[in-house]
């Protein structure tokens, strides 16, 4: 569920900003489009609104990788190396894009969004989504009723004429015409084949008027936008909120109904005609904004562009130049092209989605290693605080990680060197599968003189917050101390109020075997019979 919130805010902070760059974008390409013909304007703002639906999550699969060279805190080899891969980077915006050369910078430059703000802009979303989807469930559950309501259509002998004459010139069979006294103008569904909803009123209209309805409406079951309008409506749940999809929605209505005049003036064979009877149609039925919508069907003044549709269909019609189609395609590509990759590019990223969750990057000093650092996960989580402070996350990235993890730290030993250290950290641990521990290394150039990592004590399961130590002689000559927290296996633990500092001799060691007794005097055991 925390994935899928942080999944829901990083969608909607991403499209708040992106579609009005895409509108932009696509009215720029409408413009030099000109009076292009309705499907072609149709076209545009429906490959705008499938950028739009996409944009807002291009920015995750966004990955910047970072390489870094870590000791393996095992028992061995100290030269024994393993590349630590940081992995996926943190939410940001456009203007904090740069990736940070230094791990400490990464805090202070990403910019993140407070818990409150985070919180509000989360619940105004999901409550846009639900009346977005209680908006679609009523469209269909009206256009059922309709349907249901709606019987055949009892029209003259002339009319059935028209009708077959009309699905004859469209290329459009099997198609059901019906009528009822519930509906205000003419509609297009699919419940399951294709119908077309007539009122009653328009029973006894003349001849041309029906030739006027019956391919527009065909027009409408030729192009499947009926189907197109459904998906549009379901999947604008997601963007419901922002004033853009509702333009970018109206656009396609307009340039929809635009289409279908086309088509619907060539098959009756003359644009003036089918105009004044679209006028005629229109006086009938009171007015195009009068005339109520029913749920998500489509009729002939769907869309409430009455005016623009006339002048488009007055308007003197000249050959579409192939040089300027071809400049407004290179155009219109680049432009949503440039969108999409500026989307990608400064989108709010999908982890650490809220500042109150972790981000996947080292703490500033700290760095990820081990044997397998790819399928481990680190950063600060501020929702696991202790005392008071954020702690230090390592988790499991992928579901049976083999290899282990550490989120480690290594310092020159000269301060430290003839002196007892104790390493002292708060953990709790979740789902822990196979072990984890806190640990230290005390190296003498490439030779490992101390070690303790836990493995004869160590957090299994879950755990809540306690103190764990690992205390170490240094000693003289020492050339390097490396500590940290190590994972193996899945699950994941946190670490908080680290303490590292010198101690009495009176504090005694944590390893198995004291850097003294490591080597004993004598073999043992040559003959293997004890």
């Known amino acids: 569920m925390q994935a899928i919130s942080r999944l829901a805010l990083a969608y909607a902070v991403n499209s708040l900003w992106q579609l009005p760059l895409l509108f932009l ?50 028992r061995g080899a100290a030269n024994d190396r393993a590349v630590a891969v940081s992995g996926r980077g943190p939410l940001r915006f456009a203007f904090l ?9 990464i805090d202070r430059a990403f910019s993140k969004l407070p818990g409150v703000v985070s919180s509000c802009i989360l619940c105004l979303y999901l409550s846009s989504m639900i009346v977005a989807a209680g908006r679609f469930g009523r469209g269909l559950w009206k256009m059922f ?23 004859a010139l469209m290329g459009v069979r099997n198609v059901k015409l019906l009528a009822t006294s519930k509906l205000g103008g003419p509609a297009t569904l699919y419940w399951p084949k294709p119908i077309i909803l007539i009122p009653r009123s328009l029973e006894s209209a003349d001849s041309a008027e029906m030739s006027a309805v019956f391919c527009h409406e065909l027009a409408h079951v030729l192009r499947k936008d009926f189907i197109w309008n459904v998906v549009m409506e379901a999947l604008g749940v997601l963007l419901f909120y922002h004033p853009a999809f509702h333009w970018m929605r109206r656009r396609i209505q307009e340039t929809r109904e635009l289409a279908c005049d086309d088509l619907a003036a060539e098959a009756v064979r003359g644009r ?51 040089l300027r189609m071809a400049t407004s395609a290179i155009l219109g590509t680049c432009l ?90 708060w953990v709790k641990s979740q789902d822990v599968a196979d072990w984890a521990g806190v640990w230290m290394r005390v190296d003498k150039e490439q030779t490992m003189v101390a070690f303790d ?19 170490l002689d240094v000693p003289q000559n020492s050339t390097g101390i490396s ?11 946190w670490m908080n109020d680290v303490g590292f500092e010198t101690v009495g001799n009176e504090v005694p060691v944590t390893a198995t075997l004291p850097h003294d007794q490591e080597r004993p005097k004598r073999p043992a055991n040559l003959k293997f019979t004890e």
């Open 25 to 74: 974008a696509a009215e720029i390409v409408v413009r030099v489009l000109g009076r292009a013909r309705g499907r072609v304007l149709c076209r545009v703002w429906w490959v705008v609104l499938a950028v739009a639906l996409v944009s807002p999550a291009l920015a995750f699969i966004a990955v910047p990788f970072r390489a870094t060279s870590a000791a393996r805190p095992t």
């Open 483 to 493: 500590f940290g927290i190590l994972l193996s296996g899945s699950g994941e633990v």
């Open 336 to 425: 949503i092209v440039v969108t999409a990759v500026i989307s990608a590019s400064f989108g709010l990223r999908l982890v650490n989605a809220q500042s109150a969750l972790p981000a996947n990057h080292a703490p500033t000093g700290w760095f990820l290693a081990g044997s397998k650092p790819a399928n481990y996960q680190t950063g600060v989580d501020r929702t696991a605080a202790n005392h008071g402070q954020p702690s230090a996350f390592l988790r499991s990235a992928v579901a049976n990680p083999d290899g282990f993890g550490t989120l480690m730290q290594s310092i020159s030993a000269t301060d430290y060197a003839g002196k007892r250290v104790r390493l002292r950290a």
């Open 272 to 322: 003036r005609a089918y105009a004044r009877n679209l006028l005629s149609l229109t006086q009938k039925l009171f007015s195009s904004a009068a005339v109520p919508q029913p749920g998500c069907a489509l009729g002939i003044f769907e869309g409430e562009v009455l005016e623009r549709r006339i002048m488009n269909l007055l308007a003197k019609r000249s050959k579409f130049p192939i």
């Open 145 to 167: 009723r309709l349907v249901r309501s709606a019987g055949p259509a009892e029209v003259d002998e002339e009319s059935l004429t028209i009708w077959r004459r009309c699905q």
């Open 453 to 471: 990592n836990m493995e004869d004590r160590p957090i299994k399961g879950t755990q809540p917050w306690k103190t764990y130590d690992v205390v």
């Open 97 to 105: 894009n740069s990736l940070p050369d230094e791990p400490g910078q």
